[in-house]
């Protein structure tokens, strides 16, 4: 199902991408719970008034038209966090709140905080959000990238567990 919506929403490129996750067949209080929680994580455990709520986004997931993942986009892409975390700061310190709030985490050294703020220098604010969540499908693109002469000749990839050095079987 389409929604019809989804360019004047902002979520065009998700519209036919629902349902990946099983959220649509849990109870509210489940998906009640899992709202709270994406508040609490991504805005750093702040308080969040009513007022303040992004309604249209949460009323989209308790639907089932967003995933968990596009929810936290959502989030991390609206005005309430840009106003406390972006304009506020510094964009190092914007980025290293950034892996705190999406992925839990500290910069892990200065050369990911350098490809970071090239980022969001070149690309913009909604470029360096995406660069964050859209991790686990970079790593996959990188992989069929570097496989991909490898495998060209009907080699099939074998899994493994190292990403970083992936191999193929014949």
């Known amino acids: 199902m389409t929604l019809a919506n989804a360019a004047y929403l902002g979520i065009a490129r998700f519209a036919n991408d629902r349902n990946k996750e099983n959220w649509a067949t849990s109870s509210d209080v489940d998906k009640a719970n899992l709202i709270r ?8 455990r702040q308080y969040v008034m009513a007022s303040e709520r992004l309604d249209g986004p949460e009323s989209l ?45 500290a910069p892990q050294n200065k050369a990911e905080m350098l490809e970071h703020f090239t980022i969001l220098q070149e690309k913009g604010y909604d470029a360096e959000i995406d660069s964050h969540l859209d991790i686990v499908q970079n790593i996959r693109i990188a992989l069929e990238k570097r496989l991909s002469p490898i495998c060209m000749a009907g080699i099939t990839p074998k899994a493994s567990r190292d990403l970083s050095s992936p191999t193929c079987s014949s």
């Open 37 to 44: 929680a994406v508040y609490q994580q991504v805005l750093g």
């Open 61 to 105: 997931f308790r639907r089932g038209y967003l995933s968990v993942r596009e929810f936290v986009r959502q989030v991390a892409k609206s005005s309430l966090y840009r106003d406390r975390f972006f304009t506020n700061s510094n964009p190092y310190r914007f980025i290293e709140l950034n892996l705190k709030h999406l992925f839990g985490r």
